[in-house]
């Protein structure tokens, strides 16, 4: 029929291949050297596997997700769990989906600085994702028990 389906055997595998893809890619961008234009291209180049490698991994869960979902054939109580269950994998995924965002973000201010763009309108756009995503890691790990703290939001005494 030209369908393509994922087994119990592609649902326990490759998430796997994904994690050990994701930790080499961490590696190789850590030993890219340089801020010139060609390691520029290369961390952009960098940047685009992680975000499609990420959004595989998205793919995987919410199959997963869904999967083990239908399972409970409409029990809340089935339901709950097996979100309570998946809560960490979805953690992991925002936190992975957010350092790839950050770093995209960081390579374009690197392009603005070797350019001669504005670099000032660049690093103040950063820093305000920087606030943003990081409130979305803090709702993240909550959801899993984890506290870390929140950024503060000014005003001092």
């Known amino acids: 029929t030209g369908e393509t389906t994922m087994t119990d055997r592609d649902l326990s595998i490759t998430p796997l291949l994904v994690v050990l893809y994701l930790a080499g890619l961490a590696v190789a961008m850590a030993a890219i050297p340089g801020c010139g234009p060609s390691a520029l291209r290369s961390h952009a180049t960098?940047?685009?596997v992680a975000m499609?490698?990420?959004r595989v991994a998205d793919?995987?869960?919410l199959a997963h997700l869904?999967?083990?979902l239908g399972e409970c054939e409409g029990d809340s109580v089935c339901m709950d769990r097996v979100n309570e269950e998946h809560a960490p994998a979805e953690a992991a995924l925002t936190i992975t989906r957010t350092a790839i965002l950050v770093y995209a973000s960081a390579i374009e201010v690197?392009?603005?600085?070797d350019g001669g763009g504005d670099v000032i309108s660049a690093l103040v756009a950063l820093a305000l994702e920087l606030v943003q995503r990081w409130q979305?890691?803090?709702?993240a790990l909550a959801r899993?028990?984890?506290?870390?703290?929140s950024l503060p939001t000014g005003g001092g005494s």
């Open 110 to 113: 690197a392009n603005a600085a």
């Open 46 to 48: 960098t940047a685009l």
């Open 52 to 54: 499609h490698a990420e």
């Open 136 to 139: 979305e890691v803090v709702a």
């Open 59 to 61: 793919d995987l869960y």
């Open 144 to 149: 899993v028990g984890v506290e870390v703290p």
């Open 66 to 68: 869904d999967a083990s």
